[in-house]
């Protein structure tokens, strides 16, 4: 995603408000008041969401790369808004999204301070729960998340999946520019790439889906397996699913196949002469 800075004000409160949502678990209502405050001192600075919860005001942060002052940086806001809130409770999260793992300090403990706030590392969070809701803001969401010891794309693919089914053609455009962007911080560009370019091959309605079908052979649906590794580009861990076979078979009748292939190129010609 590159540096913060880049991202629209307007995507950065769409994020602050999702991870509010699905992650912090503090639903931001339709009637919820959203501050748009500027504090200004020698800069200006914006915070990517603040509102209002009842008689609480929630100060949400995302960041995307390690800020050695982050701490002194949260500790401003948080003057700045008990200045203008002091009756209120004030609740301060910063959700991190980088790629390099979170070093930053969450408080400041020296002379008469005792400040603290809460640092989200998106990465520390499952991803199974959000991909099995049926919002779809959670499950382009997910991305972030830790996929513990699943195949990348296996996971990819079942988001964007979801993501289809759950939206018409216009929702799901939007869903992927999200997606895609989240993407890019962790390195996921190709992998989101190619499961939109798998979306677009229908397996059941190939011909050598067909085939194996219909005829019910298992080398024959080794044989297509094999088809659609190699012509669309389809990861092993989906046609296996598709073609309810098993991977370490289809691996082992590749080994074989490969090597049949290879002795039948190293025979010598046939020699029909008398």
Same mark, same amino acid.
């Given at each position: 995603?590159? @540096?913060?800075?880049?991202?629209? @004000?307007?995507?950065?409160? %769409?994020i602050?408000?999702d $991870? /509010?949502?699905?992650?912090?678990?503090? +639903? $931001?209502?339709?009637?919820?008041?959203?501050?748009?405050? #500027?504090?200004?001192?020698?800069?200006?600075? #914006?915070?990517? =969401?603040?509102?209002?919860?009842?008689?609480?005001?929630?100060?949400?942060?995302?960041?995307?790369?390690?800020?050695?002052?982050?701490?002194?940086?949260?500790?401003?806001?948080? /003057?700045?808004?008990?200045?203008?809130?002091?009756?209120?409770?004030?609740?301060?999260?910063?959700?991190?999204?980088?790629?390099?793992?979170?070093?930053?300090?969450?408080? $400041?403990?020296?002379?008469?301070?005792?400040?603290?706030?809460?640092?989200?590392?998106?990465?520390?969070?499952?991803?199974?729960?959000?991909?099995?809701? %049926?919002?779809?803001?959670?499950?382009?969401?997910?991305?972030?998340?830790?996929f513990?010891?699943? +195949?990348?794309?296996?996971?990819?693919?079942?988001i964007?999946?979801k993501?289809?089914?759950?939206? +018409?053609? %216009?929702?799901?455009?939007?869903?992927l520019?999200?997606? *895609? =962007?989240? /993407?890019?911080?962790?390195?996921?560009?190709?992998?989101?790439?190619?499961?939109?370019?798998?979306? *677009?091959?229908?397996?059941?309605?190939?011909?050598?889906?067909?085939?194996?079908?219909?005829?019910?052979?298992?080398?024959?649906?080794?044989?297509?397996?094999?088809?659609?590794?190699?012509?669309?580009?389809?990861?092993?861990?989906?046609?296996? @699913? #598709?073609?309810n076979?098993?991977?370490?078979?289809?691996?082992?009748?590749?080994?074989?196949? @490969?090597?049949?292939?290879?002795?039948?190129?190293?025979?010598?010609?046939?020699?029909?002469?008398?």
């Amino acid at each position: 995603m590159g @540096k913060k800075d880049v991202i629209s @004000k307007e995507i950065l409160k %769409n994020i602050a408000r999702d $991870i /509010s949502k699905h992650i912090l678990h503090i +639903d $931001i209502k339709e009637d919820m008041e959203i501050i748009n405050q #500027e504090f200004t001192r020698v800069e200006s600075r #914006e915070s990517d =969401l603040l509102f209002q919860n009842g008689d609480e005001i929630v100060h949400i942060e995302i960041q995307n790369d390690n800020h050695p002052q982050m701490n002194l940086r949260m500790h401003r806001y948080y /003057s700045d808004i008990l200045f203008l809130y002091e009756e209120y409770k004030i609740s301060q999260y910063m959700v991190y999204i980088g790629r390099a793992k979170c070093n930053m300090k969450s408080e $400041i403990k020296r002379d008469r301070i005792d400040y603290s706030y809460d640092i989200i590392d998106m990465r520390d969070i499952a991803c199974e729960e959000l991909i099995q809701s %049926n919002d779809p803001s959670a499950i382009a969401l997910s991305i972030l998340c830790d996929f513990k010891e699943q +195949d990348k794309q296996t996971v990819i693919n079942t988001i964007l999946r979801k993501l289809r089914e759950l939206n +018409d053609d %216009n929702a799901f455009e939007k869903y992927l520019e999200i997606v *895609t =962007l989240y /993407s890019t911080n962790r390195g996921l560009e190709e992998n989101v790439k190619k499961g939109v370019e798998m979306l *677009t091959v229908d397996i059941e309605k190939t011909p050598f889906y067909q085939i194996g079908v219909e005829k019910g052979k298992v080398e024959e649906r080794f044989d297509n397996a094999i088809l659609m590794i190699e012509k669309f580009k389809l990861s092993i861990d989906d046609i296996v @699913k #598709e073609l309810n076979i098993k991977k370490e078979e289809l691996l082992e009748y590749m080994k074989q196949t @490969k090597s049949n292939s290879k002795r039948s190129r190293g025979r010598p010609p046939i020699d029909n002469k008398s």
